[in-house]
Every structure is written in C-alpha cells, then in structure tokens.
C-alpha cells in the first residue's frame, strides 16, 4: 500500500516562508519522478515542480520555491519563499509514473497522491 503524506501548511503573512515535507511509503522512492501541484478553489490543478535527475519549476513560483528529495528517508520537500496571497491554495506531493529522467507536471502523468496541505498566505 502506498501512504504519501504532507505535512507543514499553514497560514503565513505575504513574504513569509513555509516548508512543506512529504513522507513516502510503499513505493521505490528513487525510482520515481515526484512532484508538488497545488490547487486553488475554483481552479484547476497546477504543477508547481518536479524533482527527479533534476528539478523544474513552473514559471509562477521560480526564484521563489526549492524542490529537493531525501531519498534516504523517501522525503520530498519544497522550500517556499516570498510567498504571495496568489499561492493560496491545497497543496499536494504526487509520484509519477515515469522515471527519474522525465521532467513532467502532466497531473496524467501521476498515479499516486498525498491527501494535500493547506496554504494560505494573507496580504
């Protein structure tokens, strides 16, 4: 059984920062492409960055947020920075099912799915 849990959301003034972790169970952690999507009311769900050989960002949060993995302890995190009340939203790590090497934020390209951390960032 795969468990995929987030941890580290909150509320936090515009320019603070928060970490968000991702624990990871039952599935080969190195193996696996992970990324951070989140999603705001009425919207639809955004990838926000991939970790894998490497790591990518969508154009909205780079500068600003760092992706990095433990593989050791099957952990992923990102580190947000800066943060903005337009980055309000559910938070989610999700696994994909490619390998390591391909860089994707396709939420089809992802089979398993944290139950997502909330964010809210007041102006």
């Known amino acids: 059984q795969v468990l995929m849990v987030e941890s580290g959301g909150g509320l936090v003034q515009a320019g603070g920062s928060l970490r968000l972790s991702c624990t990871v169970s039952?599935?080969?952690?190195?193996?696996?492409?992970m990324a951070w999507f989140r999603q705001a009311p009425g919207k639809e769900r955004e990838g926000v960055c991939w970790?894998?050989?490497?790591?990518s960002y969508a154009d909205s949060v780079k500068g600003r947020f760092t992706i990095s993995r433990d593989n050791a302890k099957d952990t992923l995190y990102l580190q947000m920075n800066s943060l903005k009340p337009e980055d309000t939203a559910m938070y989610y790590c999700?696994?994909?099912?490619?390998?390591?090497?391909?860089?994707?934020?396709?939420?089809?390209?992802?089979?398993?799915w944290g139950q997502g951390t909330q964010v809210t960032v007041s102006s």
């Open positions: 970790s894998g050989a490497a790591t």
């Open positions: 999700a696994a994909s099912v490619r390998g390591p090497w391909y860089s994707t934020l396709d939420p089809g390209d992802y089979n398993y």
């Open positions: 039952g599935l080969t952690f190195d193996h696996r492409g």
